[in-house]
């Protein structure tokens, strides 16, 4: 069975999520994470963090130079844009630019599951609020959302580091969840 056939029977088949989210393939386990996330039981909760920590100890690599073949380099107009090409700052193998492609997507797929599930517990939480310090600016805004459903007041304090952000939608969504937050926190209480 090859990846794109893992990928629509975790999509389609809850029995496969387990085996999906241990796959070698990091395309086959976001859509393992997608799927948990979809289905929205606090039954995969211990799974989507043991695939959150295997993805931790993955190597971040910097953001290559992406150039757009046939469109100029001219990203306004994107119906030009044929394919993206990455071009590294030194030799990179067909296993690193693999490993670029993979790059927090399945974090981020983690973090919107658990926050789609909800119901984490201190510990779990602790582990989000861990994920707003990840070097990848997705995986940070993923980790502010996920705090705005499962996070309490005692988040709000992980979620001040990004409330002033230079990349927008870790900043915004921060924001959003620190405002949910303390929406939520009961009257009277010191957020």
Partial sequence: MDSYD??????ADPASLDAAAGHTDWRVRYA????MGRRRDPVHLPAL???????????????PR????????DTRMAEQILAVHETFDREAGEEEREAWKCRGRVKQACL???GDIGGADAAQRRAVEACLRDGDDVVRM??????????DGASLAALSGLLDA??????????????????????GSAT
């Fill in 32 to 35: 393992a994470a997608v799927a």
């Fill in 66 to 73: 992406a150039t757009f073949p046939g469109s100029h380099d």
């Fill in 166 to 187: 230079p990349e927008f939608c870790s900043r915004t969504e921060a924001r959003k969840s620190t405002a949910r937050l303390r929406a939520a926190a009961p009257e």
């Fill in 6 to 11: 893992w990928m629509e029977r975790a999509l």
């Fill in 142 to 151: 993923a980790a502010a959302r996920a705090l705005g459903r499962i996070g």
């Fill in 112 to 114: 919107f599951a658990i």
């Fill in 49 to 63: 963090f043991a695939m959150l920590e295997r993805e931790a100890g993955r190597p971040l690599y910097d953001q």
